[in-house]
Structure formats: C-alpha cells, structure tokens
C-alpha cells in the first residue's frame, strides 16, 4: 500500500519561512516524479512544483517562482517544499503527487497517480 504522509504545515507571518516534507512508502520514490499541489478554500487545485525522478529537472508555478525551492533525497524516500517570503494568498492545504510520466508543463492533479492527505499552510498578513 502506497503511504504519502506530508508534515511541515503550520502558522506563519507573512514574509516567513516554512518547509513541506513528503515521506513515501510502498512504493519506489526514485522511480516516480514529485509534485506539489495546493488548495486554497473556494479556489480549484493548482500545481505549485514538480520535480524529476533523479532531481535533475524542475518546475514551478509562475506565483512562486523565487520563492518557493522544490527538492527530494532518494535515500531517505522524501520530498521536500522549502517556502521563502510566503505570502497571505500562499494559504492552502498543500498536497504531494506522484507520476510516472515527466513534470512537463505541470499537469493537473488528476494525471498523478499517488495522492497524500495534505498539510495546512497559513499565512497571516
């Protein structure tokens, strides 16, 4: 049974730190590209980030470019969100997904096989 389990949510001022984890099991996490999604309340699922299968190439949402630092560690079957100068609209539930298939364009939620429950960001303004 494949287990993704996001930890790393929390409060935060505006112009904060925080940073998403995703720990994965039953499954192999360096066989598969990583995402992260987010939804905020009354809004649709956006892709925020995606990363390949070997950490080699990666994807952003143009909301958090240069902002926001995808990344994952192999060995330790973990993806990781590092979010700088977070801002009010960055609350969400934040989500991680996995495919097969490359990051390309980010593709909707619904084209990732692999699903975790979520974690809460909020940013107070």
């Known amino acids: 049974q494949v287990q993704a389990v996001e930890s790393g949510g929390g409060l935060v001022q505006a112009g904060g730190s925080l940073k998403l984890s995703c720990t994965v099991s039953g499954v192999r996490f360096d066989d598969l590209n990583w995402a992260w999604f987010r939804q905020a309340p009354g809004k649709e699922r956006e892709g925020v980030s995606c990363?390949?299968?070997?950490?080699?190439?990666?994807t952003y949402a143009d909301s958090v470019k240069g902002r926001f630092t995808i990344s994952r560690d192999n060995a330790k079957d973990t993806l990781y969100l590092q979010m700088n100068s977070l801002k009010f609209e960055d609350t969400a539930m934040y989500y991680c997904?996995?495919?097969?298939?490359?990051?390309?364009?980010?593709?909707?939620?619904?084209?990732?096989?692999?699903r975790g429950q979520g974690t809460q960001v909020t940013v107070s303004s």
């Open positions: 997904a996995a495919r097969f298939r490359g990051c390309g364009d980010l593709p909707p939620y619904e084209y990732f096989t692999y």
């Open positions: 990363i390949s299968w070997n950490g080699i190439m990666t």
